[in-house]
């Protein structure tokens, strides 16, 4: 499934370009291993969409290694929350915690 097609409602599709890579300021966990994730997001797609504060470029507040799958797929586009830029860094900190607190 090429996600470059929809995003479910109530979430923006976004282009992967425009999120800043390489930013970890928010990072809760340390793993780095994607095969097995895009083997799962090939085969029944993203379920967790990631979480980004608006901006020129986008920053990355959750789902580092979702985004990081999903490039490695091909996708050019990917579903995201989006917080305003005006969000404060620690509520962007809060809100990475809780959507990685399942993991």
Not at 16 to 21: E, G, S, T, V
Not at 25 to 51: M, Q, W, Y
């Amino acid at each position: 499934m090429a996600c470059s097609d929809w995003a479910p409602p109530g979430l923006d599709l976004i282009p992967l370009a425009d999120i800043r890579p390489g930013d970890d300021g928010f990072r809760i966990t340390e793993a780095r291993d994607r095969n097995e994730l895009r083997e799962s997001i090939a085969r029944v797609g993203l379920l967790n969409p990631v979480l980004v504060r608006s901006g020129d470029p986008a920053m990355l507040l959750s789902g580092h290694r979702r985004a990081a799958a999903c490039a490695l797929l091909g996708w050019t586009h990917i579903p995201a929350r989006i917080l305003s830029a005006e969000t404060s860094d620690y509520v962007c900190a809060c809100r990475a915690v809780g959507e990685n607190s399942l993991e």
